[in-house]
């Protein structure tokens, strides 16, 4: 597992399917060698890809470790975000802050707190008439948006710092010795919070849910009084409009908007400047905080965590907490324009680029997303910074496997055909249409029946079994074939391949034929030899009874000489 700041990935399970780039709004991931990773610092944080990937390749990095660590040095302050309300189930704080207690924090507080700090900040620009249109700084997913992307809409985007780290700057004035660890369903946060130098560690609902459910603590029912709060209107920072309700006053020049989602906002700040005299509350999540990648889903979805935030901080009337010019001190930040890694292509370059897919005119170019760019030009763009890989174009890569699947059909020496339940052809190459005469340019649709016993055929793809023919003979051209058919039954058509055997069959008929004759010369020789020898024995056989009287003779005729015996 390769491990980043914020996201950590698991190779194995990546699968080369793009659903995360075509879900990144800002197109903030890698494509390399089938891998999918994140660009961080192009990423937003919005934790899109953490929720459509379905084999679970990309999962937040957790902060257990390093909370745990400040747990055992002791006097660690917890601060909770409202939407605790909707991913844990509890409308009482105080059995939340008596858990986290259990686990070793020192003290727990409402993340609304520093909430309400900033909306008092938020009321004091709006109330000096400095700002054309202003969109607040609250979720640090969409103020990354905007220095990153939109430079020319940071000139409304509030100097205000989020509620998380007004409520670390709150605790921390009261308790300078403290350490803050915020809990809520936000991945952006652990980047704002590393960044902040006030916020010591970051836990998700899931990880303070497994930490407790690891050290056996039980979160009651019991009624607990909780600490009066004056309801703190700022309870219902993490739902739509939730900032615009959170006003006591909502200060008079403005028309108060809600906008969620990151494609909503980026809409809004495409034409900001043609706006004038708006109050934008962003949310980079749809359904706001409620809704965050790392909220623990429950059932009822947004609508009901929608219902329980509203009946939690609306549960004693509303109300507000004072602060005073000290206490709102230090609340205040510049959101400095940020840029992201990537260079400009000149058009004669993306053009190039496009050429090798086939995308380079006008008519070609499909911009159908399969690769996860919104367009053929956005992919060449990545292409050349070295974000995606040429082959990720789904159309370009399909067209070139079927030409070359193709070209090996057209051009096998074997033939191949292919034929549906009807028995009609669906494919069939040069070789196949030689073997049996077929003379059609394209012979898809013919009947098997035209050009070959189908009997085999049929009752092979009704069986599903398939057949073997070792030496299949085709009047109408005289060629041998040997035919091995399957069913594919995935695809449910009969797939049969053809070996032509016809030079085999004729030598074996001229070697059969030469055997014959190489037979019938035998056979004449040896009865030549036969003769022969029959000859040779009678000849010899005379001259041998010759000889014996020869030699008789000249015995006889030595042993008469010196006087002996004859016999």
Known sequence: M?????????????????????????????VATHQATIIEDRCILCGKCTLVCHQNAKVVHSGREEVEKLLEEGNV?????????ASLGINNFE???????????????????????????FKQDLESGKYRNYITSCCPAVNRLIQLYYPGALKYLSPVVSPMVAHGNLIKKSRPDAKVVFIGPCIAKKREAAESGVIDGVLTFE?????????????GSENLDEEESGGLRARYFPIPRGVIKSFDRLPEGYEYLAVDGVERCKEVLENIDDMDGVFIEMNACEYACINGPCAIRNRGGAIKANEAVRGYAGRRGGGALAFGEEDLA??????????AS?????????LKIMAKTGRDKPENQLNCGACGYESCKQKAWAVANGFADISMCLPYMRQRAESLSYEIIQNSPNGILVLDGDMRVLQMNNAAKKMFGVTESDPKGMLLVDFADPSAYIGAYESKTGFTRKCEHIKKTDRYVEINAVVLKEHNVLFALYKDITDEKQYEGKLHQLTSETLATTDEVIMKQMRVAQEIASLLGETTAETKVALLKLKSMLKREEGGDVT
């Open 330 to 339: 230090g609340m205040r930040r510049v959101h400095a324009r940020l840029r």
């Open 77 to 85: 302050i917890a601060s909770v975000a409202p939407s605790f309300v």
């Open 95 to 121: 059995i939340l802050r008596k858990g986290l207690q259990q686990m070793g924090f020192a003290d727990a507080e409402e993340t609304a707190i520093g909430a309400a700090a900033v909306v008092e900040c």
């Open 2 to 30: 390769t491990k980043g700041m914020y996201l950590e990935f698991k190779p194995a399970n990546c699968k080369d399917c793009y659903r995360c780039l075509r879900s990144c709004p800002v197109k903030a991931i890698e």
């Open 207 to 219: 990880e303070a849910l497994e930490m407790l459910r690891d050290k056996c603590v039980i979160l």
């Open 342 to 350: 990537g260079f400009d292509v000149s058009e004669e370059r993306l």
